[in-house]
C-alpha cells in the first residue's frame, strides 16, 4: 500500500480540528495516517510525498515504524525546498 501525502503549502492551514483544538492540516493528516498504520500489521506501506513534484520516501516495507518517523519529519513546503536543490 502505498500513501500518497500533500505537503504542499496549503496544509499549513490552520482549519481543521483534532482533539478539540484547532491544527493545520498536515498535522490531522498525520494523525490519521499514524492510527492507520498503527492497525495495518503484516502490510507493507510506502510514503509518497508531493507537492509541485512527487518524491518517494519510503519504499513498501513492513517496517511501518520507518514510514511513521518518515511522516512525522515531513513538513509543509518540504517538495519546494527539494526542487530548488535541483
Do not use: N
Amino acid at each position: 500500500m502505498l500513501l500518497a501525502v500533500d505537503l504542499s503549502g496549503s496544509m499549513s492551514e490552520a482549519d481543521m480540528e483534532l482533539g478539540g483544538e484547532v491544527v493545520d492540516r498536515l498535522t490531522a493528516a498525520k494523525s490519521v495516517i499514524a492510527d492507520f498504520l498503527q492497525r495495518r500489521s503484516g502490510d507493507r506501506v510506502g510514503l509518497l510525498v508531493f507537492g509541485q513534484r512527487a518524491y518517494m520516501l519510503t519504499p513498501l516495507t513492513l517496517d511501518r515504524d520507518s514510514v511513521r518517523m518518515q511522516l512525522r519529519d515531513s513538513v509543509a513546503g518540504l517538495t519546494r525546498a527539494r526542487d530548488r536543490a535541483r
